[in-house]
C-alpha cells in the first residue's frame, strides 16, 4: 500500500506562485514514477506533469510547459510541483500519483490509468 497526501494549495492572484508537494508513505517511493494531475469543477480529469523514478526524465502538458515544474526527494519521499505565473485556468483540485506497477515508460505518463495510488487532491484556485 502507499498512501499519498498533497499539501501546498491555496488562493492566489493571476501570475503568482503555489508549491504543491506530494508526501509518500508505505512502499520504496524511490523505485516508482509520479504524476501530478487536475480536475476543475465539471471538467474531466488532465495530465499536469510527471517525473521517472530517478527524476532523469520529466513531462508536462503544453498548457503548464514553462510555468511549472516538477521535482522529486527520494531521500524525504516526496514530490513538489513549483506553479508559476499562475493563470484562472489552473484553478482545479490538484492530485498526485504514483505508479508502482512501472506502467510509466513510453508515451504511458500522461494516461490516468498508469497510476495506481492516488491522493486526495488540494484545491488551488487562482483569482483574476
Known amino acids: 500500500q502507499v498512501q499519498l497526501v498533497e499539501s501546498g494549495g491555496g488562493l492566489v492572484q493571476a501570475g503568482g506562485s503555489l508549491r504543491l508537494s506530494c508526501a509518500a508513505s508505505g512502499r520504496s517511493f524511490s523505485s516508482y514514477g509520479m504524476g501530478w494531475f487536475r480536475q476543475a469543477h465539471g471538467k474531466e480529469r488532465e495530465f499536469v506533469a510527471a517525473?521517472?523514478?530517478?527524476?532523469?526524465?520529466?513531462y508536462y502538458a503544453d498548457s503548464v510547459k514553462g510555468r511549472f515544474t516538477i521535482s522529486r526527494d527520494n531521500a524525504k519521499n516526496t514530490v513538489n510541483l513549483q506553479m508559476n505565473n499562475l493563470k484562472p485556468e489552473d484553478t482545479a483540485v490538484y492530485y498526485c500519483a504514483t505508479d508502482t506497477r512501472a506502467l510509466m515508460g513510453g508515451s504511458n505518463y500522461y494516461r490516468g490509468g498508469t497510476y495506481n495510488y492516488w491522493g486526495q487532491g488540494t484545491q488551488v484556485t487562482v483569482s483574476s
Open positions: 517525473i521517472s523514478w530517478s527524476g532523469k526524465n520529466t
